[in-house]
């Protein structure tokens, strides 16, 4: 098949993923999504332990070592069946601690320790690069020799680009692919459905392409199963001989790297929509395995049998349908081996580009803004921008090691290398969930340690020699100390060079943090984070890991707003202050919210960065170990009355506070109400006084006409000024008595929107130099409402800024938002804003936002849009944070009938 034919073809499979991904996408903000978030779909997602190695190396495995490629598949399959307990505990802290990453729960269960998240974070990257390099040998091999059959023997001729430019649009196209997707926002677990979905529909592809190779071979080639068996006797295969070592080394370490890899982590924990998805999956993906592997060894031997001797093992699942005429069969091989190869870059470079912003972008991010965390820019836009820029890297890294190895090693070989570098997780990760006492330096010192080792024994010497590491210390030694060779470490020689690799650094890693937790004693946090992770089925939540501080609820709200997005962030705030049994967008600060909001943070940024973001603002609020030991040294039942006494006397200080509250509400109502009746007697006063004094002088007579006019203007201009005063105060009482008629029909907002900025002031978008911002767009919305009623509330809203905003370029926004069956409209300048103290109060009658003089009338205004938007069945709220005054009206947008 010519190449420009096979980019075409790739081009449009990725497209029809793109629409998959997409159209998921949209269902998802639609909320249309439970069929997707199925058991099977979650099942599917997991065959991306699946890649290019399993779809092709494994046929080459099998032509070169017999049966031992069955250990790939054994390995994850006990994993599923045997310790299922382990999945479901990892789910269960994945869901209870917002974990996004594995090097997120290593961080989390050791005192939320932003050192180790970076430390398992070069890990990671560091042990994936083979692998991505391995994926794009895969595809560039697959290209090579599809377009070799078509268009002659010389690969580097012709039509047909070298591997080398090859391999780099390959992972020029895959970068693309998942920063378009992978980064479109900042998910609060971390979840991708689009993407989940897109995997799945490549786990069918890539079945079904083995599968119909598998059946072709045996019933289309061969005469039959018999047939096989016959031929597999009759090949060199059935003189293969078990090396139990090596066969029980590598079914290890595939049953570690189906936890271990980061690829893996994200769909089994990250990506886990509801626990019990794991019943299906223990046994569901153990079957999809056994349907992988069923066809490889028949595919060996036949290839074996009917390709020239000296053709590439590696890529029987593609050349043997080629060598039979069988081009439609090809293209199937190689879209299974694609979409294999694709699946893994993707989900990889998702998971590690959110290891690296989360551990090492967001920290040093925040050490450079020490102690500015609520005054900093959009923090989702520099996440998303690290997150971006990472999987570029991690696809770069991948490209430049498939370069400097020359891509000439077999699958497997370059599969395992990764693995054994993932595998250095375990300990930290087996001991974190099942051992309080492992702590911090116990888990560093094992991770550096046997990262160090692996290194030394394994990846470096995988370049080749003189590349990264010089022969002679490859094969003498450094300083010509044989006993540190590479490959015979201490003197250890004959072993096979991964068992070799995989003993001494799992050994030196095990040793290390065992020794280095029964010798260090671990930090408070630590302590609650153990005894959450262990207990982690004992517990409905996180341990509560901070007392009550001084922080303002405000300023959490303006930080989490620059990392949930304001939506969200108001959403969360609203939650919180309604389970208080209070009104607005600022509930106290208890631990108990912290905790909350800790965890809330913890699902976008990871564990360490959350903690340290509640921590700069809280202002270093986090229990002590003085508060740890005393709990300690008290008994269970002592434990139980305490925690009874704290909690009523929990409530007890939040009805003491709410009286206070509430007292000194009604103390600043009653000062408002004195200003209010001095102030109403004034304003009857004036206009009564100017109206008598100017009638005495009419009726004296002895005027000229200009100025019996000009009287006469006075007075009818204090007649209307006294009669807006007394139709304020009627409208109030109206209103509040509920004898107002409202007369309701279909309106567009973006008329009374504009009738609104007229009548306050705004002739046009700017005036006097406001500049006001709209998305005329967004206003197009018909609403069911009495139109005069309504615009009655935004001509006070928009008058309230024009009245107070002293900025100086101000400026108003006007956002419109649908809401399921309602529609959001925000009033937001850039002004001072109003006090925290003064926003109880804003909409009782007597309140006003400035002083007299400039208010120009009774304080009524917010009032009676209280009551009016009562009576529209919507509401009026102040919302904080904002950065200036902000005010949202919520109204449905069709009214109910009975209403």
Not at 272 to 287: G, Q, S, Y
Not at 614 to 623: E, H
Not at 783 to 789: C, I, N, S, Y
């Amino acid at each position: 098949m010519p190449f420009d034919i096979l980019v075409l073809t790739c081009v449009g499979y990725v497209g029809f993923l793109f629409l998959v991904a997409f159209a998921v996408e949209r269902r998802a903000a639609a909320g249309g999504i439970r069929w997707l978030r199925s058991p099977w779909v979650y099942t599917l997602s997991l065959s991306i332990y699946c890649t290019a190695w399993t779809f092709y190396g494994a046929v080459g495995s099998a032509a070169r070592s017999g049966l031992e490629f069955v250990t790939i598949y054994l390995g994850p399959t006990i994993v599923f069946v045997g310790w299922w307990s382990l999945l479901r505990k990892l789910v269960r802290i994945g869901k209870t601690q917002r974990i996004t990453s594995i090097a997120d729960l290593i961080s989390s269960r050791y005192g939320k320790s932003n050192a180790l998240g970076v430390i398992v974070t070069l890990m990671a990257v560091v042990a994936a690069t083979p692998y991505i390099a391995l994926q794009l040998q895969s595809v560039t091999l697959s290209f090579g020799a599809i377009a070799s059959a078509a268009s002659g023997p010389a690969v580097g001729g012709g039509h047909v680009p070298a591997p080398a430019v090859t391999a780099l649009w390959v992972a020029a196209g895959l970068a693309v692919f998942t920063v378009f997707f992978g980064t479109r926002n900042l998910d609060a677990n971390e979840q991708h459905q689009g993407i989940v979905t897109a995997i799945a529909v490549e786990a069918v592809v890539k079945l079904v392409a083995l599968m119909a190779i598998g059946i072709f071979v045996v019933w289309g080639v061969a005469q039959g199963p018999a047939d096989i068996l016959a031929r597999i006797q009759a090949s060199p295969l059935a003189e293969w001989h078990m090396r139990p070592g090596r066969w029980a080394g590598i079914t290890f370490l595939s049953a570690a790297a189906v936890v271990t890899l980061p690829r893996m982590f994200q769909v089994l924990v990250v990506e886990n929509a509801d626990e019990r998805h794991l019943a299906t999956a223990a046994w569901a993906f153990p079957a999809y395995l056994f349907l992988m592997c069923l066809f490889v060894l028949p595919i060996a031997v036949v290839g074996l049998e009917t390709l020239p001797e000296g053709a590439n093992p590696d890529l029987f699942v593609l050349t043997l349908p080629l060598h039979l005429d069988r081009g439609w069969l090809a293209m199937l091989a190689f879209l299974g081996g694609f979409s294999s190869a694709s699946a893994m870059v993707i989900v990889a470079a998702i998971a590690l580009a959110t290891m690296v912003s989360n551990h090492v972008v967001m920290p040093l991010w925040l050490w450079l803004r020490a102690g500015r965390a609520t005054q900093s820019g959009d923090v989702r836009a520099t996440v998303l921008a690290a997150r971006r820029l990472s999987i570029a890297a991690v696809l770069g890294l991948g490209y430049a090691y498939y370069r400097f190895t020359g891509g000439g090693a077999a699958l497997a070989s370059i599969g395992l290398i990764s693995f054994v570098g993932a595998a250095q997780v375990l300990p930290a990760m087996l001991g974190g969930i099942y051992w309080r006492g492992a702590t911090r330096a116990g888990a560093a010192a094992g991770l550096i340690l046997g990262f160090v080792v692996w290194l030394y024994t394994l990846f470096l010497p995988s370049f080749g020699s003189d590349a990264l590491m010089a022969g002679d210390l490859i094969g003498g030694g450094p300083f010509g100390l044989s006993w540190l060779r590479p490959h015979a470490l201490f003197g250890v020689s004959g072993m096979d060079p991964l068992l070799h690799a995989l003993f001494w650094s799992l050994s030196f890693n095990t040793l290390a943090f065992c020794a280095g937790s029964l010798l260090t004693f671990p930090q408070p946090v630590e302590r609650l984070q153990g005894a959450a992770f262990v207990n982690a089925f004992d517990q409905g939540g996180g341990t509560r890991g901070w007392a009550r501080g001084m922080a303002e609820a405000e300023d959490l709200l303006v930080m989490s707003q620059r990392i949930l997005g304001a939506e969200e962030a108001q959403a969360f705030f609203l939650a919180a202050t309604r389970r208080q049994g209070k009104a607005g967008y600022l509930p106290d600060t208890t631990p108990d919210f912290l905790e909350r909001l800790e965890r809330r943070l913890a699902g976008s940024v990871g564990g360490a960065t959350a903690h340290a973001m509640v921590a700069q603002i809280v202002g270093g609020a986090a229990v002590s170990v003085e508060d740890l030991m005393a709990v300690a040294n008290e008994t269970a039942q002592i434990m139980e009355y305490s925690s009874q006494i704290e909690a009523k006397s929990e409530e007890l200080a939040r009805t003491a506070r709410a009286l206070r509250e509430a007292n000194a509400k009604l103390t600043r109502l009653s000062v408002q109400k004195d200003a209010f009746l001095s102030q109403i007697s004034h304003e009857l006063r004036t206009p009564m006084t100017s109206i008598r004094s100017f009638s005495e002088i009419l009726m004296e007579g002895g005027l000229d006409t200009g100025e019996r006019a000009r009287f006469a203007g006075v007075i009818h201009a204090e007649a209307i000024r006294l009669t807006r005063l007394l139709d304020d105060l009627l409208d109030l009482s109206v209103l509040e008595n509920g004898q107002v008629g409202l007369s309701h029909e279909a309106v567009s907002l973006q008329s009374l929107i504009d009738r609104a900025l007229v009548s306050a002031g705004f002739h046009g978008e700017t005036r006097r130099d406001w500049v006001i911002e709209r998305d005329r767009a967004a206003e197009a919305v018909e609403v069911t409402t009495d139109p005069d009623r309504l615009a009655q509330v935004f001509i006070n809203l928009a008058s309230n800024a024009r009245k107070y905003c002293e900025a100086e370029r101000p400026r108003l926004k006007i956002a419109v938002r649908k809401r399921g069956t309602s529609v959001e409209v925000d009033f937001v300048d850039n002004g001072a804003g109003i006090p925290r103290d003064a926003q109880g109060i804003i909409f009782e009658k007597f309140a006003r936002l400035g002083d007299s003089a400039r208010a120009g009338g009774a304080g009524l205004g917010l009032a009676i849009c209280r009551e009016i938007m009562g009576r529209l069945e919507g509401s009026i709220a102040y919302v904080p944070g904002q950065g200036g005054a902000a005010f949202r009206v919520t109204l449905p947008r069709r009214r109910a009938r009975a209403a």
